[in-house]
């Protein structure tokens, strides 16, 4: 069936003031993507939205996709503490009726 | 941004009794899922449903699972008998276009 593989995998740990590079890859021809920050309480803030695979922007926050490589990626410049936590992608077909997420990737910063 | 409440936050029930989640959707909305979250694991897709019908669902929306929505109140989910394995974080979502707004999650523990 249809999955979404994060990377790094599990965990990844940054100084302060680095650049993070997080990827999530697909099985099969998915139609957009969204990226999530979930908060240790469980709730879910979106971060970027992108139908067909546009490049999109917010604040420190890029998104990018490569759909011929069935690929895409969340960068977070000049990391803060501030963006600890977890990391979770979806992707979702055409019509929008069944949105995957991936694993997610827990982001530690330390200062 | 758009907020998605759902009612309630946390539901503590018997194994084999009936519970109701209930979700009350962005109001200019036309699309409504229903995910799974076991505490620390991956968010699981359970159920789509756009224009009054169930139009995808996942395996794990076994036949004691049912969605509605009638006459545009909250958009429930149902789980009639509750088995043990049913405990986890619901977190109902809704999109016009695509981009997923998602729910603080409903808590259910099955004793």
């Known amino acids: 069936g249809q999955q979404v593989q994060q990377s790094p995998p599990a965990s990844l740990v940054l100084q302060e003031g680095e650049n993070a590079e997080l990827q999530c890859t697909y099985s099969t021809t998915l139609n957009s993507m969204q990226w999530f920050y979930q908060r240790p309480g469980g709730r879910l803030v979106s971060l970027l939205y992108s139908p067909s695979w546009a490049e999109q922007r917010g604040g420190r926050l890029t998104s990018s996709a490569a759909s011929n490589e069935s690929r895409s990626s969340l960068h977070i410049s000049s990391s803060q503490i501030t963006d600890s936590g977890t990391y979770l992608c979806?992707?979702?077909?055409?019509?929008?009726?069944?949105?995957?997420f991936g694993k997610g990737t827990h982001l530690h910063v330390l200062p | 941004g758009p907020k998605v409440l759902q009612i309630p936050s946390h539901q503590i029930i018997d194994m084999g009794q009936m519970v109701t989640l209930n979700c009350d959707p962005v109001?200019?909305?036309?699309?409504f899922y229903w995910y799974k979250q076991i505490l620390g694991q991956q968010m699981e897709f359970l159920v789509n449903f756009y224009n009054g019908k169930v139009m995808e669902k996942s395996k794990l929306f076994k036949d004691q699972f049912s969605v509605e929505r009638p006459d545009g109140s909250y958009f429930t989910l149902k789980i009639q008998p509750t088995a043990l394995e049913d405990s986890a974080v619901y977190f109902c979502?809704?999109?016009?276009?695509?981009?997923?707004?998602f729910g603080e999650g409903s808590k259910l523990t099955v004793l």
């Open positions: 979806a992707m979702g077909n055409t019509n929008a009726y069944k949105v995957i």
């Open positions: 979502a809704s999109s016009f276009t695509g981009q997923l707004y």
């Open positions: 109001s200019n909305h036309l699309y």
